[in-house]
């Protein structure tokens, strides 16, 4: 199904930890690599990130049975510690990602633009689903 490809899709969850934790574990590439599925039978292998305005990250994303991989990456354009993350990806597509204390627990809202190939649905569905094994993950 085709999709505009400047459609915004926005997920969102609040994680039970304090905003710095949270910030931690969703920059640091060992923690990445912990987290960054959508289903089980995927994983990220490997995990680099330049957190700082300019600098690079890439995950290397796979089917945990060898049958499928891929790397994400992209370009930061902006970094303010604890609050915001917002990048280009390497197809040109923007990313946000906002972190908002509340007490002992952070909001985290992340809004990217659709690519054309799958559709809306799936496409929300499979990053939600990675930010709710993030979810998981911090909070364990």
């Known amino acids: 199904m085709e999709t505009k490809n400047k459609t915004a899709i926005t997920v969102e969850a609040t994680i039970l930890a304090?905003?710095?934790?949270?910030?931690?574990?969703?920059?640091?590439?060992?923690?990445?690599?912990?987290?960054?599925?959508?289903?089980?039978d995927w994983h990220?292998?490997?995990?680099?990130?330049?957190?700082?305005?300019?600098?690079?990250?890439?995950s290397r994303m796979a089917a945990k049975d060898g049958s499928m991989s891929f790397d994400f990456g992209g370009t930061y354009d902006q970094v303010k510690t604890n609050e915001l993350i917002a990048y280009t990806m390497d197809d040109g597509?923007?990313?946000s990602v906002v972190f908002t204390k509340k007490g002992n627990q952070?909001?985290?809202?992340?809004?990217?633009?659709?690519?054309?190939?799958?559709?809306?649905?799936?496409?929300?569905a499979g990053w939600q689903a990675i930010l709710n094994n993030f979810k998981k993950y911090a909070e364990q």
């Open 18 to 40: 304090p905003v710095e934790k949270v910030w931690e574990l969703w920059t640091t590439p060992h923690h990445i690599m912990k987290w960054n599925n959508a289903s089980e």
């Open 44 to 58: 990220t292998p490997h995990a680099e990130n330049d957190l700082r305005v300019g600098g690079r990250f890439v």
């Open 93 to 95: 597509r923007k990313t």
């Open 106 to 124: 952070t909001y985290v809202s992340e809004t990217f633009d659709a690519e054309g190939e799958n559709s809306i649905e799936m496409q929300r």
